[in-house]
């Protein structure tokens, strides 16, 4: 496992690209299940979950060819039906075939994911709508086993928003016979981009980015050729990086309509941030304020950025109260900023920030995505040399980040780790 070596205390500036995004296209490549012939996807980020979501494809029986950041699947002679456990616990995302699969082959056996660092994460929303689409559900053996005659449209209310689960629900609606409505459906701009790709490939989508959508079920989708969109939590993790560094950063190809939130709070905090059509221009000021942040869902804060504004808040002004309203376990970050000397304490789902000073460098461990880019940033300010381990976690959804920071005049560079003796 490599390691990720920063000698923190450099301001970062220049431009950087943003690469296409980790969770938009987990379901638009599994939307690819749901018609039969060639796909071509383009700016696909070369990511260790795209991996996974492409071995899985492959091991269904897609042809899956990689040519840089575009990606060819073939679903002409897919044949199988199953996700087994192997290959679910590597990417819990990997429930995202469980809808196209019951809408294509009318059955499903996908492992159940279980929880993760982050939380529990159930998957009984996702497993609720397709019954109510039809689906005949059992869970067996660690498995979910699922089946059906035809999907029908219906009525599906979520209890609470979830992503993938609107997903899952939106492709096997797709094919279902009439119409189904999905409420208190995620708005965030990957379900807009998924909804996006099913209505070129023949679905009949109305109201996406919205809490009722409603799905026309048709016969029979055609493959496409289509492209990801930007990563807006890529583009949030180096706006943090220019704030905290007191740096100036120009973030190019992105969409600053999905970073409104972001962009909301890092003025907040004292940045300056201007706005292009596909780019944000952050420059960090001397002085960062202390601001309290909640998660929610989109358009709110997003969780997936909660870790990384932590980072900015251990060194702020003052005292900040961040409440994580998503996953009941994601401040696995807070210890190991605290051995870098931040000032956090922990009272349920909220982390009350003492702003320091500064970090010092420290060897820290990453223990999920999310958390792995705090602690590089957290590194990136901090006087001294942070080595961060496991850095694989970083590998599922950031692509050559150490390099995107290396040309913004970070030190920053991957090393083998050591052998453990
Ligand atoms: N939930 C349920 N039951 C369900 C599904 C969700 O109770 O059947 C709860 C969850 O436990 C959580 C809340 O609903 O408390 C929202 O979870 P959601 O289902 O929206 O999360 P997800 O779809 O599993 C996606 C992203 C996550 C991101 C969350 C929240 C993908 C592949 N993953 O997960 O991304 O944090 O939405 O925005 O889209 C990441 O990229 O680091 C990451 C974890």
């Known amino acids: ?114 929880g993760c660092a982050i939380g529990a994460r159930p998957i009984d929303l996702h497993l609720n709508g397709l019954s109510l689409l039809g689906a005949d559900i059992k869970l067996e053996h660690g498995y979910v086993e699922a089946t059906c005659k035809q999907l029908k449209g219906a009525e599906i209310y979520f209890d609470t928003p979830t992503v993938t689960g609107t997903e899952n629900l939106m492709m096997a609606a797709s094919l279902a016979k009439g119409t189904t409505v999905l409420r208190n459906a995620a708005r965030e701009p990957e379900i807009i981009a998924l909804a996006d790709v099913l209505s070129q490939m023949g679905a009949d989508i109305s109201g996406a980015g919205t809490a009722v959508m409603t799905i026309k079920g048709v016969k029979k989708l055609q493959p496409v050729t289509t492209s990801i969109i930007p990563d807006r939590i890529e583009a949030g993790t180096l706006m943090i990086a220019a704030a905290l560094t007191r740096g100036d950063i120009k973030i190019k190809n992105c969409d600053p309509l999905h970073l409104k939130s972001i962009i909301h709070k890092l003025e907040k905090a004292g940045a300056e941030v201007r706005i292009f059509k596909k780019s944000v221009r952050v420059k960090g000021k001397k002085i960062i304020n202390s601001i309290d942040l909640k998660t929610m869902p989109y358009p709110g804060f997003p969780t997936d950025m909660q870790a990384q504004f932590m980072v900015l808040m251990s060194v702020a002004n003052g005292f900040s109260v961040i409440a994580e309203n998503i996953f009941e376990n994601r401040f696995i970050h807070v210890s190991e900023l605290c051995r870098m000397g931040a000032d956090i304490t922990i009272s349920g789902n909220h982390a009350m920030i003492k702003g320091v000073p500064g970090l010092s460098g420290a060897p820290v461990m990453a223990t999920d995505l999310r958390a792995s880019a705090s602690l590089i940033l957290a590194g990136l300010a901090a006087k001294g040399t942070t080595t961060v381990s496991r850095v694989y976690h970083l590998d599922r959804g950031y692509e050559s980040l150490e390099k995107k920071l290396a040309c913004l005049g970070a030190a920053i560079k991957r090393v083998p780790a050591k052998p453990i003796t």
């Open 1 to 114: 496992m490599d390691e990720i070596i920063i000698k923190g205390g450099r301001s970062l500036s220049g431009e950087v690209v943003v690469g296409g995004a980790k969770n938009a296209a987990l379901p638009i490549l599994t939307a690819s299940i749901l018609a039969k012939g060639k796909f071509t996807f383009q700016n696909v980020p070369d990511l260790r979950d795209i991996d996974s979501i492409k071995e899985l494809l492959s091991t269904m029986g897609a042809a899956v060819e990689c040519d840089g950041h575009t990606v060819h699947i073939d679903t002409t002679g897919m044949n199988h039906y199953e996700a087994p456990y192997e290959q679910v616990r590597k990417m819990r995302a990997s429930i995202l075939v469980l809808g196209p699969l019951l809408a294509r082959m009318k059955k499903a056996k996908v492992s159940l994911p279980g």
